[in-house]
């Protein structure tokens, strides 16, 4: 593969056979890495529960609180607790609305702005896409 790699001049070359899976990328050269622009490092996942706030950009047009990461959104701590909210609940900024987990990490969705809850948007348990509406605010 690495022979294709370099007589092609490819970048990279994937290789799968069931359930196995094989990618291969050419290292940059000294002139590709003029063109190459720097990307930001991905956050870690932690074990700890860490507050995100919902992104204001995606809450201000729909009067939504949106997911802050992909994941499965929970309404309660555990299925024994109640909801954080439920519909008529009033939310203040900075509060608790659901929690969103990330292979075992938790995170905390927190309101980022104050509100009466109209609609909850996401059923319990329910995976979530990042800046999915999850909450609508009257």
């Known amino acids: 593969m690495i022979k294709l790699l370099k007589e092609n001049d490819l970048a990279s070359i994937e290789y799968s056979h069931q ?3 094989i990618k291969i990328t050419a290292r940059p050269t ?3 890495l003029k063109t190459i622009q720097p990307v930001a490092p991905a ?3 932690s074990q700890e ?3 995100v706030m919902a992104t204001k950009v995606a809450a201000t047009s729909n009067n939504t609180i949106n997911s802050p990461s992909v994941g499965v959104f ?3 701590k555990s299925p024994q607790e109640p909801s954080y909210v439920k519909v008529g609940d ?3 900024k900075g509060d608790v609305v659901g929690v969103i987990e990330v292979m075992k990490a938790f995170t905390d969705v927190i309101a980022d702005r104050e509100g009466i809850v109209e609609k909850v ?3 319990n348990e329910e995976g979530v896409e990042y800046g999915q509406p999850l909450i609508q605010l009257k």
């Open 19 to 21: 359930d196995e899976q």
């Open 30 to 32: 000294s002139s590709d």
């Open 43 to 45: 956050p870690t996942p």
């Open 49 to 51: 529960k860490q507050p």
């Open 74 to 76: 929970y309404t309660a």
């Open 90 to 92: 009033k939310v203040k």
């Open 121 to 123: 948007l996401v059923n």
